[in-house]
């Protein structure tokens, strides 16, 4: 088998990454590095209100106190981070006012992306609110959504438009003080997408923002707020690719989810970040801050496919506040060649009644180390808690690496912790069977791969389970050996 | 169809198929029997290329072209299948999936268009028929908790998918009852044509009351020592081998 593979994984490692094209846009940066003076531009930029200035250099005084979290189990190389661009927008001709007026540069990276912003999300039902660097460009089926007193827009224009809603949410799930990053992010975030879903209005579509990093160096620091009031439903896409680059890219989001009362969120994610070449030069480093907080008979679901990014530090988590919430974690994270990804959830049990599910699929080739980190806390109130992990791993190959930290932390007798744990590889006879029915070695890798990561697939809309599918194969190529 | 001279395989520094000579043409159907350890499954496995194992000499010639040459998906694609003894399972992935994939894989090779959806579900049905094969075990995945019977179903429910020139079929009669055993066999039989061919390996004579063999052989030490029509084979079920082994002086 050795040597057919050796020729496969020739073959393949000549392959490029296939997103991996810059687009020269216009675009309009401030200096590098990060001071006062750098964040209260940002925020004049943006043309924010004095309360969004203070709150972001209350966060950047703090975040000068804080150091780099090592806990991880992650090999960081130093960053500069006065080394950074924190701000570029690719800067417009004109004021937009339809999507003709749309830099034909720009739409075509979007058509490239296979992201279909014009009649085709309209068949698909889902609406757009397309992020290229830091600035909105395009924001589809408004009106639609306005009619049912659904807000989806850029965060910068929420902090204009609806600055209660904002400031009343911005920061109540994830504080500037949480952690390094997301003290960062609170200072100098570009952008981000705001959605707030009224009480009782279960939204008609699947509300999808594609970010994308492209002024070359220019860290990406995407802030989300989503609101889903009373009785409310919301499905949220988030998708990204990136350019392919040689120097690394700093990329620090910061996600928040309000569940209230009987509200239901889901919030999916396929990340396709830059994952640096087949060496270990260049990629993203993805550090991002996830969490949402569900009020009483609330519901929140995170599905996440990452398969990309030169290191992954990634927890979505979910504060279960009130009684009878539910929490639920589905992801499966693939890491291929010099790859680094230490990523899991956070379920907080606080309320009576609520219960929490984590399903982690962890796929490790070529020389990657990936670890699954899960902390299930049952805090003493939390009256017949319940909880629910699987993690399972799959590595291809022998000089990768998987590893599971899974955390408990109980302090109610009466909660019930379920933890299963499985590890397997990818067997000759299994690939030899599939070979012997006319399938390649690298399709066959990608049909157990998808078969193994089925049931997290599964939790994903259906566009984006196809697109999913395809990544997790495409991301495997040259990895068996 | 096929033709295998002085055929040398070992594993690792052990020399298991010794100088195999077999020729096999279209419309025949071969049976190879002969005691445990003595290189069958090894045959199979060689012959559809598994890299456990290395052809140290010899050559084998399959539809006119160097088979040793071949990679494995290509020996598939021209038409050479492996009935597995032990087929392996693969969770997650269907076996509509698989078999969608597997087909399209053959006709894309053949330059032909990829069935569609309704052709592909029509095709399954069809195939399914042959070997009384649940349709339910379908939308499972490979093989998996499939009972040893169903399994073997399986196994021919794929060849009958993917019509090859030439199934080598590995103690496919293992482990099976006795109806498994006669829908097993009846199904291999109806997908007989005087352009295909069929190797069967096993070490039962009752396999060969419903896949009638033009030819017998009897494999030991990794060699072909003795060959025979249909009657060998119940003379084998009869005698056992001590007569032939004894006779075979190496």
Avoid at chain 2, 149 to 160: P, R, T, V
Wanted: net charge negative; proline share 3%.
């Amino acid at each position: 088998m050795k040597e057919n593979n050796n020729d496969i994984i020739t073959s393949l490692e000549s392959k490029e990454y296939e997103y991996g094209f810059t687009t020269d846009i216009e675009t309009e940066t401030l200096p590098k590095g990060l001071n006062e003076g750098i964040v209260r531009a940002i925020s004049e930029k943006k043309g924010e209100p004095e309360w969004m200035m203070e709150y972001r250099l209350k966060a950047f005084r703090h975040w000068q106190t804080m150091s780099l979290p090592t806990w991880a189990h992650l090999d960081i190389p130093d960053i500069d981070f006065q080394d950074i661009i924190y701000y570029a927008e690719p800067k417009p001709k004109k004021k937009l006012g339809s999507m003709d007026e749309v830099d034909p540069e720009l739409k075509r990276t979007f058509d490239k992306l296979g992201i279909p912003l014009e009649e085709q999300m309209a068949l698909a039902g889902v609406a757009v609110d397309a992020v290229m660097d830091s600035v909105s460009v395009k924001t589809t089926f408004r009106e639609t959504l306005a009619e049912k007193g659904i807000i989806f827009c850029s965060i910068s224009e929420a902090i204009r438009e609806y600055p209660e809603l904002v400031r009343k949410y911005l920061g109540s799930v994830v504080s500037y003080a949480d952690n390094f990053y997301s003290a960062l992010n609170a200072a100098v975030f570009s952008d981000g997408s705001f959605c707030y879903i009224p009480k009782g209005v279960r939204c008609p579509m699947e509300l999808s923002t594609y970010f994308r990093i492209n002024a070359k160096g220019t860290g990406q620091f995407e802030r989300t707020l989503i609101v889903a009031d009373e009785g409310s439903y919301v499905s949220y896409l988030e998708g990204c690719t990136a350019p392919q680059r040689d120097e690394n890219q700093l990329h620090a989001a910061v996600v928040e989810i309000v569940v209230e009362n009987n509200a239901e969120v889901k919030y999916s994610t396929v990340q396709n970040w830059y994952p640096g070449d087949k060496e270990g030069k260049g990629g993203v480093y993805n550090f991002v801050t996830k969490r949402g907080l569900c009020r009483e008979n609330a519901r929140l679901s995170w599905t996440q496919v990452e398969t990309g990014s030169a290191i992954t530090w990634k927890y979505p988590s979910c504060v279960l506040a009130g009684d009878n919430s539910v929490g639920e974690f589905y992801s499966v994270a693939m890491t291929n060649n010099y790859q680094q990804a230490d990523t899991g959830t956070k379920m907080i049990h606080l309320g009576r009644n609520t219960r929490s599910r984590i399903v982690s699929k962890g796929i490790s080739a070529g020389r990657s180390q990936n670890s699954y980190r899960g902390l299930v806390k049952i805090a003493p109130k939390a009256e017949n808690a319940r909880n629910y992990s699987q993690c399972d791993s799959l590595l291809i190959g022998d000089k990768c690496g998987a590893h599971t930290f899974p955390h408990i932390d109980c302090r109610n007798k009466t909660a019930m912790l379920e933890h299963e744990a499985t590890t397997s590889k990818i067997s000759e006879d299994q690939l030899f069977y599939c070979n012997q029915r006319g399938i390649s070695t690298e399709d066959a890798v990608g049909l157990i791969v998808n078969g193994y990561a089925k049931e997290v697939l599964a939790k994903l809309p259906m566009e984006f389970a196809v697109e999913a599918q395809k990544l997790l194969a495409i991301s495997l190529e040259g990895s068996v050996g | 169809m096929l033709k295998v001279e002085n055929l040398h395989a070992s594993v690792g520094d052990k020399e298991i198929l010794r100088g195999i000579n077999l020729e096999v043409k279209a419309g025949e159907v071969h049976a190879i029997m002969g005691p445990n350890g003595s290189g069958k499954s090894t045959l199979a496995s060689v012959l559809a290329g598994n890299e456990k194992f290395t052809v140290t000499a010899g050559e084998v010639t399959f539809m006119g072209e160097n088979l040793l040459e071949l990679p494995i998906e290509e020996r598939a694609r021209k038409g050479l299948f492996l009935g597995f003894q032990y087929p392996v399972e693969i969770p997650g992935v269907s076996m509509a999936n698989f078999m969608k994939i597997a087909v399209n894989e053959k006709r894309k090779y053949e330059g032909l268009e990829p069935l569609t959806a309704a052709e592909f579900l029509r095709l399954m049905r069809e195939k399914s028929a042959v070997v009384e094969l649940d349709s339910k075990l379908t939308a499972r995945a490979v093989n998996e908790g499939f009972s040893g019977g169903e399994k073997k179903k399986n196994e021919i429910f794929q060849m009958a998918m993917l019509e090859p020139k030439l199934s080598i079929l590995d103690e496919t009669d293992s482990g099976l009852d006795i109806d498994a055993l006669r829908i097993v066999a009846t199904g291999v039989t109806r997908l007989k044509t005087a352009e295909n061919a069929t190797v069967v390996i096993t070490h039962y004579q009752r396999l060969l009351d419903y896949i009638v063999p033009d030819f017998v052989h009897v494999l030991y030490k990794g060699r072909i020592i003795y060959s025979g029509d249909k009657s060998l084979a119940l003379k084998l079920e009869k005698e056992g081998y001590d007569w032939l082994i004894n006779d075979y002086k190496e």
